[in-house]
């Protein structure tokens, strides 16, 4: 049987390209998420694009390129694009930070494939759209948090070689060069038609003979297969607006024209739930805070998921604190269940500040009744770089870490991070930095994609504060990780091994910042280069984390937890069905 060619490709870059090449200290960017700084994970909305279309005979296959590239020194990129046969390309510019990488990617598919045209989406592309479709390599732009239907469309009439006038979202350009901005009204309030499983994805595996390219991080062979932890997605947009955001209520409003957020149904995500349970025994985290539309919601999703006993473990978020019933209410629906909350400081001025308006009391209250229902794991975010904070408030709330961790053991799990590399664009603050004491340091796409190949973090970082400049930000996040890691030691959290361990890569990381501070105070741009070069192999010592290790993030599971035959039975039902 011959392998089809596939209608789109979607491609997803690393943040640099080629990251191989360059010497970079990404620093803790990337500490609070399983991917390396490479965000070698794709958007999650990959999922529902792929469905989406192949259910409309528009066959999509993904080739995550960012994966290749971390698995393999000798993977050749620009070699794998070259030899791709398809009507389109698209390039998620999603999270800021691909700016450098999902350009680069597209001049490579432009170098091969001249009369392909390449479609960037997602938020970044949506936000910088004015400046992006500027440039040669962009042909279609489509702007919002929702691209499935309006894809669908474009590529249609890209099949049939006919105008996209009338496609709501596109910024594109014509045969002769000019900009059309289409009116932007498609913004679903209504999300149930959306899938949320994997099983589209495996199918678009099985039909382009690729299982490689379609992980969605590094290791498919290995830890994916261990470790699948799968997103279960509740909603489009969000109810908050805490000012750092760039998903936040005001923020989407602003670019992407959401007014308010749109909730997948209760029942649908207790039945997306369930489904996953049937391919995976590893953790499932459900995202968004279930209590964002109401208790009733939130209710109503326990109760569907009451119906069927499973034991992966579940992942709530809090995005403020929740009446103890609910805890109560939890326990009674699942067997395995984790929270995970933000209070981002211990200093209530600094939290109110920042948007969130609720005290350390109620924060100490939900951890017990959590604990005391049987939550398995309750984790707490911290960050740097907020109005309000300095150095010496950061330590106090390491201080705060540490209290809470003696008071409640080792159920509970603290992390700090700056927020990095960049303030979200469009998010509140980014928009009215004065306001809430930010300077914002690069505007255009154009800064950004220089920024992110700085020789260090701290020279990518897009802000300071009027507290903080970047070099406190950037000491400041590592005395706070060797503090943290100290007390997680001596209140037993983590073994003697991996303490050292996160010390040693936190002393090198501080080392290596200020050998790159003296090289690049150098006047030579070829002698720059070439002691940094001398640096690389040490800075790849640290790229998949610093100041804490990717595993003490990981929720509790058991080994071998992809089904991957009944997965695979899933997509081969699937394949018959509708190829
Ligand atoms: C869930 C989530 C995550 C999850 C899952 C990520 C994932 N694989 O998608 C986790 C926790 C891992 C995560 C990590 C990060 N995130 Co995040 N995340 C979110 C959150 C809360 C919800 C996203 C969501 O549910 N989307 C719904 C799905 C269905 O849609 P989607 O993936 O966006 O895709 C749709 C469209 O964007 C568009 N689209 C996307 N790509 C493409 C490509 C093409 C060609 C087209 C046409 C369309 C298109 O179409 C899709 C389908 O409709 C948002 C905030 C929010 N309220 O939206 C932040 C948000 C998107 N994340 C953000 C950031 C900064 C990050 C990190 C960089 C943070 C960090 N420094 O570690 C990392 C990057 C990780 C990586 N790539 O490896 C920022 C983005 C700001 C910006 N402009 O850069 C946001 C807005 C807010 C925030 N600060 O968290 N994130």
Same mark, same amino acid.
């Given at each position: 049987m011959s392998i089809a060619n596939p209608h789109l490709v979607l491609l997803h870059a690393p943040t640099v390209y080629d990251f191989r090449k360059h010497p970079i200290m990404y620093g803790p960017i990337a500490d609070g998420v399983p991917s390396t700084p490479l965000f070698e994970m794709y958007p999650v909305g990959f999922f529902s694009i792929v469905e989406h279309l192949e259910r409309n005979g528009i066959g999509v296959r993904i080739v995550n390129l960012a994966v290749r590239m971390l698995s393999s020194d000798s993977f050749d990129a620009e070699k794998m694009i070259r030899r791709l046969k398809t009507k389109a390309f698209g390039i998620d510019l999603h999270w800021l930070p691909h700016a450098q990488g999902s350009f680069e990617v597209a001049t490579i598919c432009k170098r091969y494939h001249p009369d392909v045209p390449v479609i960037f989406g997602g938020f970044s592309a949506t936000y910088f759209y004015e400046e992006l479709i500027h440039y040669p390599e962009v042909d279609f732009i489509l702007r919002g948090d929702s691209a499935e239907v309006p894809l669908l469309r474009l590529m249609k009439a890209i099949i049939q070689h006919q105008q996209p006038h009338n496609i709501?979202?596109?910024?594109?350009?014509?045969?002769? @060069?000019?900009?059309?901005?289409?009116?932007?009204?498609?913004?679903?309030? =209504?999300? %149930?038609?959306?899938?949320?499983? &994997?099983?589209?994805?495996?199918?678009?595996?099985?039909?382009?003979?690729?299982?490689?390219? /379609?992980?969605?991080?590094?290791?498919?062979?290995?830890?994916?297969?261990?470790?699948?932890?799968?997103?279960?997605?509740? *909603?489009?947009? *969000?109810?908050?607006? *805490?000012?750092?955001?760039?998903?936040?209520?005001?923020?989407?409003? %602003?670019?992407?024209?959401?007014?308010?957020?749109?909730?997948?149904?209760?029942?649908?995500?207790? =039945?997306?739930?369930? +489904?996953?349970?049937?391919?995976?025994?590893?953790?499932? &985290?459900?995202? @968004?805070?279930?209590?964002q539309p109401g208790e009733e919601y939130a209710y109503a999703v326990l109760e569907g998921l009451k119906k069927t006993a499973f034991k992966n473990h579940l992942v709530f978020e809090l995005f403020k604190p929740a009446p103890e019933d609910y805890f109560e209410f939890v326990a009674e629906s699942v067997d395995n269940f984790n929270f995970e909350i933000s209070p981002d400081s211990h200093d209530e001025r600094i939290r109110a500040a920042e948007g969130k308006r609720y005290k350390n009391s109620e924060i100490e209250k939900n951890i017990r009744w959590a604990l005391d229902s049987g939550c398995n794991r309750f984790d707490a975010f911290f960050m740097i770089g907020l109005p309000f904070q300095t150095p010496e408030s950061v330590m106090e709330t390491v201080d705060w870490c540490g209290y809470l961790m003696a008071k409640f053991g080792t159920r509970f799990v603290p992390f700090i991070l700056a927020y990095s590399p960049? /303030?979200?664009?469009?998010?509140?603050?980014?928009?009215?930095?004065? !306001? &809430? @004491?930010?300077?914002?340091?690069? +505007?255009?796409?154009?800064?950004?994609?220089?920024?992110?190949?700085?020789?260090?973090? !701290?020279?990518? /970082?897009?802000?300071?504060? $009027?507290?903080?400049?970047?070099? $406190?930000?950037?000491? *400041?996040?590592?005395?706070?990780?060797? +503090?943290?890691?100290?007390?997680?030691?001596?209140?037993?959290?983590?073994?003697?091994?991996?303490?050292?361990?996160? =010390? =040693?890569?936190?002393?090198?990381?501080i080392e290596l910042t200020s050998a790159i501070d003296k090289i690049k105070a150098l006047n030579d741009a070829s002698v720059q280069h070439e002691r940094l070069m001398q640096l690389k192999p040490e800075l790849d010592t640290i790229l998949n984390s610093v100041i804490n290790e990717k595993v003490q993030m990981e929720w509790p599971a058991a080994k071998r937890n992809l089904r991957i035959f009944c997965l695979l039975k899933a997509a081969i039902v699937e394949y018959f069905k509708r190829s």
């Open positions: 709501p979202n596109l910024v594109w350009k014509d045969s002769g @060069g000019e900009v059309h901005i289409n009116p932007f009204t498609h913004v679903p309030t =209504e999300v %149930n038609e959306f899938l949320n499983n &994997f099983v589209y994805v495996f199918k678009s595996a099985l039909k382009y003979r690729d299982v490689r390219s /379609l992980s969605p991080w590094k290791g498919w062979s290995s830890q994916w297969l261990d470790y699948p932890i799968t997103p279960v997605i509740t *909603c489009r947009g *969000c109810i908050h607006n *805490c000012i750092f955001c760039g998903g936040s209520r005001n923020a989407l409003a %602003n670019y992407c024209n959401r007014k308010k957020p749109a909730f997948r149904s209760p029942e649908l995500i207790a =039945e997306d739930i369930v +489904k996953i349970t049937k391919y995976t025994k590893a953790p499932i &985290f459900v995202i @968004g805070d279930l209590l960049f /303030l979200d664009p469009g998010c509140i603050a980014y928009e009215n930095p004065e !306001k &809430f @004491g930010y300077k914002i340091l690069f +505007k255009t796409l154009a800064e950004y994609r220089e920024a992110m190949l700085s020789p260090s973090w !701290k020279y990518a /970082l897009n802000y300071e504060t $009027e507290w903080m400049t970047r070099d $406190e930000i950037v000491d *400041c996040t590592y005395q706070a990780g060797l +503090k943290l890691n100290r007390l997680k030691a001596e209140y037993g959290l983590i073994d003697y091994d991996s303490f050292k361990a996160t =010390e =040693e890569r936190i002393k090198l990381a």
